[in-house]
Every structure is written in structure tokens, then in C-alpha cells.
């Protein structure tokens, strides 16, 4: 018996034709984005940040993490933990929900 990827992140999520699973958060600061979540057959996944009003898309390669889903380069983390996720930017950190 397999685990569904919304059983794992404990949101609900829409599959993608591309085989992403979309998830749209809304967070503490106002800001609203679209997390795009791609899980190989192996090895780690990805997350693309699609915000909304701009243009802007990061992409994020997951990263080892003890607890929750975590996707982080640079100065740029997406955690996924439970039902909300934290997005930090340059050292500032705001809680995102579905």
C-alpha cells in the first residue's frame, strides 16, 4: 500500500497533467504564491514557487530535513510542515496556508 503525497504533506493538493502536485498558500505577510511539487520515482524532489501578481518563480531542489518537507538554495527555504509551510527570503520568514 502506497502513501499519497497529500496523506505525507497533510494539505490538500491537485495533481498536475505535468505530474506536479499544486498546493496554493496564502501567508502571513499577504503574500500568495502556488507551490509546485515534483516527486521523482527516486532520490529527492523539487518545489517551484509561483507568486502570484509577479512574474517571479523560484525553483527549489528538497533538501535533507529530520522533520516535514524542506526546499531550500541560497537565501531561499519553502518548509512544509503539517499544514503550513514557513518561506524565508533573505533571513525574513513568514508562515504560509493553504
Same mark, same amino acid.
Given at each position: @500500500?502506497?502513501?499519497?503525497?497529500?496523506?505525507?504533506? @497533510? *494539505?490538500? *493538493?491537485?495533481?498536475?497533467? =505535468?505530474?506536479?502536485? #499544486?498546493? #496554493?498558500?496564502?501567508?502571513?505577510?499577504?503574500?500568495?504564491?502556488?507551490?509546485?511539487?515534483? *516527486?521523482?520515482?527516486?532520490?529527492?524532489? =523539487? *518545489?517551484?514557487?509561483? %507568486?502570484? &501578481?509577479?512574474?517571479?518563480?523560484? +525553483?527549489?531542489?528538497?533538501?535533507?530535513?529530520?522533520? $516535514? #518537507?524542506?526546499?531550500?538554495? $541560497?537565501?531561499?527555504? %519553502?518548509?512544509?510542515?503539517?499544514?503550513?509551510?514557513?518561506?524565508?527570503? #533573505? +533571513? &525574513?520568514?513568514?508562515?504560509?496556508?493553504?
Amino acid at each position: @500500500m502506497g502513501l499519497r503525497l497529500s496523506t505525507l504533506l @497533510m *494539505v490538500p *493538493v491537485t495533481l498536475m497533467s =505535468s505530474g506536479a502536485v #499544486a498546493e #496554493a498558500y496564502l501567508c502571513d505577510d499577504q503574500t500568495r504564491l502556488t507551490a509546485l511539487f515534483r *516527486v521523482p520515482k527516486q532520490g529527492l524532489g =523539487s *518545489v517551484e514557487l509561483v %507568486f502570484a &501578481k509577479s512574474d517571479e518563480r523560484i +525553483n527549489l531542489p528538497q533538501v535533507a530535513s529530520a522533520d $516535514g #518537507a524542506r526546499y531550500a538554495a $541560497g537565501v531561499t527555504e %519553502f518548509w512544509v510542515k503539517g499544514t503550513q509551510a514557513t518561506l524565508r527570503r #533573505a +533571513n &525574513k520568514a513568514t508562515t504560509c496556508r493553504p
